[in-house]
Structure formats: structure tokens, C-alpha cells
């Protein structure tokens, strides 16, 4: 059971990633890990948007692994 929750969670901070460098790339920006990390960041400061449990912990698994607290 762990293994399937660690592969969705990985698979969620796939996501948000790929979402943040796709945009950053569309506005000519060159997307190193300490901007990523910040950008995500941001996304997780805001809390008008409602996003679930899952995205939540892999926004913040993405800031540590990109080494940076959440």
C-alpha cells in the first residue's frame, strides 16, 4: 500500500514541476531548481486556490527536494 501512495506522490510532484517549467519556459525564463522552488512556493502561499491533500504534500516535497523548506 505505501508503494502505491509513494508512486502517486511522486507522480503529483512530477506534475506540479513540469506544470511550473512549462509555464516559466512559455515566459522566456530559464528554470534553475532555486527559482522553481520559489515559484512553487508561491503557489503553496496561496491559499484562495483549493487543491487537495495529495497536491499539497507533493508541492512541499518538491520545495525539500530542490533543497528549501516549505
Known amino acids: ?3 502505491a501512495k ?3 506522490l511522486y ?7 513540469g506544470k511550473v517549467v512549462l509555464e516559466m ?5 530559464e528554470p534553475k531548481h532555486i527559482v522553481i ?6 503557489m503553496l502561499a496561496n491559499q484562495k486556490v483549493k ?3 495529495l497536491t499539497t504534500e ?3 516535497t518538491v520545495i525539500r ?3 528549501y523548506e516549505a
Open 58 to 60: 507533493a508541492m512541499e
Open 65 to 67: 527536494a530542490l533543497g
Open 25 to 29: 519556459r512559455d515566459l522566456g525564463q
Open 37 to 42: 522552488a520559489g515559484v512553487v512556493r508561491t
Open 6 to 8: 509513494d508512486d502517486e
Open 1 to 3: 500500500m505505501r508503494k
Open 51 to 53: 487543491r487537495s491533500a
Open 11 to 17: 507522480e503529483e510532484m512530477c506534475r506540479v514541476v
